[in-house]
């Protein structure tokens, strides 16, 4: 069987056939072997079996006589043990009974079928040949591994006698009244046993068969027998493959999905495992893995993503406690077994191939089962054939990854520098496996301004050192981007899934109502504890995290709401303070519910989100993760820790627990825009519910807002409703790519500021001046004690505000700040009470969160936390103090404006042109003071919106027909073409100076 993607295939028993018997030595000849002749009758209702077993022993040969604990011999020794060596052949005969009533022994005889997989009889371990006489009631058809069988009818009774002259492990016995259904292809017999009739399925798998045999045929060599049949198991749900048939359980069989998944596999066991026997390790579930499994996917092209999914289990599952070397995997019994024998082999097989080229590696393959069909071959054996096909010494590799525990970690450092040819880069990488040593061919991806370049380090001890010459500056490694090395993933490639929960225990935290009483028993067995506080700290703590049931109140935001109509809800994320662990809620409706979706839990581990409805999977959803090991080159770090460098993402990732989220900015600087943007789209992909504060909008014109997010109003309406130009007057196009994003995303926006008319006027005349109508609008508690934040303002007035003659004195501005900070502070709460479940991202200049003074400390005190400030700037406000990130956005050309050049003032009719500047658009064109401009581009203009809104719309090039009164002529004027390098524009961001800057549009 294989690590199955999906629930279904938990219904499918572990299958051991293959290695139930312990190595012996190779046998080279049929003569050699010993042969057994056994005769069977069964008494369904007793669930008994009776028979006579003789045994031929090779002359020099010693056998040991094995069987089933339930099985009762009476013989030459009794039960068992070792007969022989003797000088010539001798016959050993033993009677033999036996009850199986019970199918949890995976064995069982009763009136509804027969199972008997192997060890039913007493039989020599190891190879011999096998002929089998069965007598039981005509209504059943009867299948064991064979070529042909013949069959007798007495009353009502019918005699079978199987024909199999093929070296062999143990003979099974399946018998259910059967619907049989056969064809002929590829020169074989191919039968399908069903327990109810349903010829379509039966021709499904017929065809499907046929395509495998043929497919097989081709990759490894003809099929080794005469007959290939796939039979329905009457009594348990198994994935068993014997000689020359496949028992599925009678559910499993119908699943669609089986037909290219679990049928294949079993397939392909009657070349490796039952075609060439396992001698020792198990190497054959690697093998048929990768031949199978793994090659289905790549047929389509998702090779790399079955590779990934064998990496993720080997790390979600493998823990040193359960790690094992390659060499001392016999079959599986957990996830951890299962991990190394299929993912681990598999892996081993494909790096073998990436080594000796698929034309040698299937030569190998080939060779293998030519040289091994009915006889048993070890590793030593596939060693040696792939060195003799391949001329390679291949000591080190198998060495390394027959012997030793665990995966490689690689570490990667890289320079660079300038080579002689201009425009050529010298890249030099040093790799380095920490832990043990395997031997590796790495794949490295150097991608540069003008293209990539693919390099292979070869990994032949602990560090390795290489040296490319590329064209074009180098911008990033790529390594391993198809998973084509057995490796430990580095955390972007290892996303939150259910593999990881499951694979390490930690704790689990509420679900007090009995509905989770049977999924905490569960979890105790993977690892879990409970503990009795209602939330740890997710900062605390390195383990997984279960919430169960209810969130706790004060939890961090990470998950999604559940969809409508679940009934149970699972969703795994990162914690975010400790990336290896996990956080993870379960919130089920029922103990019902809860009961169904337990038993599919174990396999689904590739998903990272579920939801159930009714016992049915209605969610699944798999996790977003970043393909290969992404190293950035920089240009230089200076007087940084480089190691301590966070990336833009895991800013993000860290801060994205937190309720709300100051991005404090410095208005006009672009970057700073785009940096924000980058975050809040982190936050959405890794599926956070956001609603974005911004300082620039008022509150009175949230509704103008809301309409144009629902795409009632276009830009040019929203702008002028919003009276954007005179409110806030810097250039749109700094903040258009963050409402574009919320207007695509349908993320909230909400307007944070109070009416500018107050602030103004309480800085002009300090807060007594307010009417009590105004008063009503502003919070009702603002804290002015804050000393250190007095102080911090008191310096930015002398700096800029006293010379204002819009502030009265630095009490009134201090005033006018404070209530600036608690009206924005009391939105982002009274708008986060009402959405529970939403978190802010807060757009805000960097004055009003630095140190946390100003709105931060005032969100907090209204009892909405935790808060994180990231203060966007330059690498010379490295103040530990000032936030808890600075992010340094490389510097971004701001986007274009045009500008006449004049300052204006609205008259009655129309803008009146108080001054030109001189070398501008407007003094080029003809405009003079004293112009009253009355249309632009023939629309009537009578605000400052009016003009500005027509002007954004210009690119640089372009004119714009400006219509004035001069005196008492009419005249229309073609300003510009506006030029990009006019644009500077750097108003600064306290009220008195907006008001100048809309002035000079
Ligand atoms: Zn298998």
């Not at 002359?59 to 060596?85: M, N, Q, Y």
């Not at 039952?274 to 198990?282: A, D, E, F, L, Q």
């Not at 981007?481 to 225990?505: F, H, K, Q």
Request: some cysteine; proline content about 7%; aromatic content about 10%.
């Amino acid at each position: 069987m294989e690590n199955h993607p999906t629930w279904i295939k938990a219904l499918l028993m572990v299958a051991l056939v293959l290695s139930l018997a312990l190595p012996t030595k190779t046998q080279a000849q049929k003569e050699d072997l010993p042969r057994v002749t056994a005769m069977a009758k069964f008494d369904l209702k007793a669930h008994r079996v009776i028979g006579k077993v003789t045994i031929l022993v090779p002359a020099s040969k010693k056998v040991r006589i094995v069987a089933d604990s339930l099985v009762r011999i009476k013989g030459p020794k009794g039960k068992e043990g070792h007969f022989g060596p003797y000088a010539k052949p001798k016959r050993v005969t033993f009677k033999f009974s036996a009850t199986f009533q019970n199918p949890a022994t995976g064995s069982y005889i009763g009136p509804e079928g027969i199972v008997l997989p192997s060890s039913w009889f007493p039989q020599p371990e190891g190879l011999a040949l096998y002929r089998l006489t069965a007598t039981l009631p005509s209504r059943l058809t009867v299948v064991s591994s064979m070529d042909r069988v013949f069959q007798k009818k007495e009353g009502a009774k019918t005699t079978y006698t199987f024909y199999f002259p093929h070296p062999c492990k143990t003979i099974p016995l399946i018998a259910a009244p059967y619907h049989l259904s056969m064809a002929q292809a590829q020169g074989i017999t191919l039968a399908v046993y069903l327990l109810e009739k349903d010829e379509d399925l039966a021709q499904r798998y017929l065809l499907a068969m046929a395509q495998y045999v043929k497919e097989y045929n081709d990759l490894v060599g003809p099929y080794p027998y005469r007959r290939l049949a796939v039979v329905a198991n009457p009594i348990m749900e198994t994935g068993y493959a014997f000689p020359t048939f496949t028992l599925l359980g009678r559910h499993v069989i119908r699943l669609p999905f089986i037909l290219h998944t679990s049928l294949p596999h079993e397939i392909l066991h009657n070349w490796f495992g039952n075609g060439v026997y396992v001698k020792g390790s198990n190497w054959c579930e690697g093998l048929v893995s990768y031949l199978a499994d793994q090659r289905m996917a790549e047929k389509k092209g998702e090779g790399w993503r079955y590779r990934h999914r064998t990496l993720v289990n080997y790390q979600a599952y493998v823990t040193p406690d359960k790690d094992l070397p390659l060499i001392q995997f016999q079959g599986k019994y957990d996830p951890a077994s299962q991990a190394i024998g299929y993912g681990k082999g598999a892996m081993v097989f494909h790096m073998l191939r990436k080594k000796l080229g698929d034309e040698t590696f299937s030569q190998a393959i080939r060779e293998l089962y030519k040289n091994y069909l009915f006889k048993e071959a070890g590793w030593q054996e596939i060693g040696t054939l792939m060195e003799e096909t391949s001329g390679q010494d291949l000591s080190s590799f198998f060495q390394a990854w027959l012997y030793k525990r665990g995966v490689p970690w690689l570490q990667v450092r890289v320079r660079t520098a300038k080579a002689e040819k201009k425009g050529n880069y010298l890249v030099y990488i040093t790799m380095e496996e920490r832990g043990p040593q395997f031997p590796l061919q790495v794949p490295v991806i150097i991608e540069t301004a003008k293209g990539k370049k693919k390099v292979t380090l070869d990994m032949e001890k602990k560090q390795v050192k290489a040296k490319a010459e590329v064209e074009g500056k180098p911008q990033r490694l790529l390594i391993d981007p198809d998973y084509d090395v057995m490796r430990r993933l580095t955390l972007p490639e290892y996303p939150p899934l259910v593999a990881r929960v499951l694979g390490s225990g930690g704790f689990m935290v509420g679900g007090n109502s009995q509905v989770y009483t049977p999924l905490k028993a569960f979890l105790r067995q993977k690892g879990y504890r409970e503990v009795d506080s209602s939330l740890i700290p997710l900062e605390n703590t390195s383990q997984n995290i279960i919430y169960l049931g209810e969130l706790p109140t004060n939890s961090p935001y990470l998950f999604h709401r559940p969809p409508k109509g679940a009934s149970l809800y699972m969703e795994v994320q990162e914690n975010p303070y400790h990336q290896e662990a996990t956080v993870t809620w379960i919130t089920s409706a029922s103990l019902r519910e809860t009961r169904r979706f337990l038993p599919k839990l174990p396999h689904l581990g590739a998903y990272q989100t579920l939801a159930t409805s009714q016992g049915r999977l209605s969610t699944m959803e798999k996790p977003h993760f970043l393909r290969g090991i992404r190293i950035a080159i920089q240009d230089q770090a200076v007087g940084v820790n480089l190691k301590s460098l966070l990336s833009l993402a895991q800013v993000a990732r860290a801060v994205s627990p937190s309720r709300v989220i100051f991005l404090g900015e410095e208005h006009p600087e672009y970057g700073h825009h785009l940096a924000q943007l980058d975050i809040i789209r982190w936050l959405v992909e890794h599926g956070h519910q956001v609603a974005i504060g911004m300082e620039m909008f008022q509150k009175p014109f949230q509704k103008v807002i809301d309409q144009y997010l629902e795409g009632k109003l276009d830009l040019a309406q929203f702008l002028k409703e919003t009276e954007y130009f005179s409110r806030w007057g810097f250039n749109y196009k700094l903040y258009k790519p963050i409402v574009d994003f919320a207007k695509e995303h349908k993320l909230p926006i909400v307007a944070l500021n109070i009416s500018r008319e107050i602030t103004q006027k309480v800085a002009k005349e300090g807060l007594k001046a307010l009417t009590p109508e105004e008063k009503k609008e502003i919070p009702q508690h603002l804290d002015f004690s804050n000393e250190s934040y007095r102080q911090y303002l008191k310096r930015v007035y002398e700096a800029h505000g006293n010379s204002q003659k819009d502030i009265k004195d630095f009490e009134a501005f201090y005033q006018s700040q404070i209530l600036w900070d608690e009206g924005m502070a009391q939105s982002i709460v009274d708008y986060l009470s009402r959405h529970p479940d939403r978190q802010m991202v807060v757009i805000v200049g960097k004055g009003h969160v630095a140190y946390g003074y100003g709105v931060p400390s005032r969100v907090e005190r209204r009892g909405i936390q935790p808060c994180s400030i990231v203060i966007l700037g330059n690498d010379q406000e490295l103040d530990p103090n000032m936030g808890d990130y600075l992010v340094v956005p490389p510097s971004s050309e701001p986007p274009f404006s045009a500008k006449l050049g004049v300052i204006i003032k609205e008259d009655k009719d129309g803008l009146l042109i108080k001054m030109v500047l001189p070398h501008t658009p407007a003094q080029r064109g003809g405009l003079r003071k004293g112009d009253l401009i009355i249309r632009a581009d023939r629309q009537r203009v009578k605000k400052v919106e009016d003009l500005r809104a027509i002007l954004y719309q210009k690119n640089p090039g372009d004119t714009v027909k400006i219509t004035i009164k001069r005196g008492k002529r009419t005249k229309t004027l073609t300003i510009g073409p506006f030029r990009t390098k006019e644009e500077k524009q750097k108003p600064y961001h306290h009220p008195k100076a907006e008001t100048e800057s809309k002035k000079n549009p």
